[in-house]
């Protein structure tokens, strides 16, 4: 039997890449599981009883929290690692988890969530706020652009969640990308029959999701707006809002499917590398109107489950929230949509994989 090891960059929150995570593991129940850092009072994921193995960064200060400040030495962390008695080993990677050492004999694919961002693509944007542990990071992010591009040649093959990232990957490390999309919780997120007249986002509150642009166009707007979620930029977007905007904070699974089977509309204004939150909506039967960029751009049909607006400002996404009011939107095609990224089918294309690689 091959010795199988899962690579992931740290477990630390839930989210998309947690979710394939749980795909793997469920695929893979004989595999090895290493991360960097390992909060499990955050992770809700059935691990089958396996043991996790984390890196020198796991008995660092503060290292659950802020672990993204220690990005600098996780090439080193994960270059640690010993795999070499791996013969298979399933990278799922948005930062340094890919840069691991591979036994010359074993096959390595990558699940790529994202180039690392913070020192690619959204750098600039990353590092303008000023907080003195990005600046610090800033400092490094030469070297860790080489060492995340060369890291890159350790990979077999890529997978990349969509194909704006698939284009990215082209782009910084050189490499051709399948695109296998990432599972969307279908049996979850179901229409109800009852409808509200509130918008929605469901989002982190950090800088490049763009929800002040939202908060912006319904101060204008004057409909209602509920905002679900919790960021550094809660205080600043609830002193800008108007009484018609209502922040909720975090709220359990259970709140949010309930918000979206009852909304009028999702509102999706940053630029995402696929954004299941799009995909969940459409499962709810809810349109979506979302700007016209990243993966947005491949789950959402323009017409037929949602609206685009083209320019990252209040009045473009003013322009389209007002064109959505003179339309309606058939329920059974947005979920028939949604349904395309249902979480069997990603079950079934990456036992496929695996079994092109001969795991089984």
Same mark, same amino acid.
């Not at 959402?300 to 209040?314: A, H, N, R, S």
């Given at each position: 039997m091959k010795k199988i090891a899962i690579i992931h960059d740290w477990l630390t929150h839930m989210g998309g890449a947690e979710n394939c995570l749980q795909v793997f593991l469920e695929l893979l129940p004989q595999a090895d599981l290493f991360t960097s850092v390992y909060d499990p009072s955050k992770i809700k994921l059935d691990l089958n009883n396996r043991s996790i193995h984390t890196t020198f960064i796991q008995n660092l200060p503060f290292s659950k929290k802020i672990y993204r400040n220690y990005l600098p030495l996780m090439p080193l962390a994960f270059e640690e690692l010993n795999l070499q008695n791996y013969d298979f080993i399933l990278s799922s990677s948005d930062a340094c988890a890919k840069g691991i050492i591979p036994n010359p004999r074993a096959a390595h694919i990558c699940y790529c969530y994202t180039p690392m961002r913070y020192v690619w693509d959204m750098y600039y944007e990353y590092m303008s706020d000023g907080h003195f542990a990005r600046k610090l990071v800033s400092l490094f992010s030469n070297y860790l652009r080489t060492w995340d591009a060369a890291s890159a040649c350790r990979v077999d093959k890529f997978y990349a969640i969509s194909q704006f990232v698939a284009s990215r990957i082209n782009k910084y490390y050189r490499r051709e990308a399948e695109v296998v999309y990432p599972p969307v919780d279908c049996d979850y997120f179901v229409p109800q029959s009852k409808d509200e007249e509130y918008f929605l986002i469901v989002s982190r509150l950090v800088p490049y999701k763009k929800i002040d642009l939202a908060v912006r166009a319904f101060n204008k707007l004057k409909l209602p707006l509920v905002v679900i979620g919790e960021g550094r930029e809660e205080a600043k977007l609830k002193k800008m809002a108007g009484p018609n905007i209502?922040?909720?904070?975090?709220?359990?699974?259970?709140?949010?499917?309930?918000? @979206? !089977?009852?909304?009028? %509309?999702?509102?999706?204004?940053?630029?995402?590398?696929? *954004?299941?939150?799009?995909? &969940?909506?459409?499962?709810?039967?809810?349109?979506?109107?979302? @700007? !016209?960029?990243?993966? %947005?751009?491949?789950?959402?049909?323009?017409?037929?489950? *949602?609206?685009?607006?083209? &320019?990252?400002?209040?009045?473009?996404?003013v322009l389209k929230v007002e064109e959505f009011a003179k339309m309606s939107f058939d329920k059974k095609s947005l979920r028939q949509n949604a349904l395309k990224y249902d979480r069997q089918i990603f079950k079934n294309k990456i036992r496929s994989i695996l079994d092109e690689n001969k795991v089984f």
């Open positions: 209502k922040f909720m904070g975090y709220q359990s699974r259970e709140v949010i499917k309930d918000r @979206f !089977a009852r909304c009028r %509309a999702f509102i999706f204004p940053g630029i995402e590398d696929f *954004g299941i939150t799009v995909l &969940e909506a459409q499962a709810a039967g809810r349109p979506v109107i979302a @700007f !016209a960029g990243g993966g %947005a751009l491949e789950t959402v049909i323009e017409g037929k489950t *949602g609206l685009f607006f083209d &320019e990252q400002t209040p009045e473009s996404l």
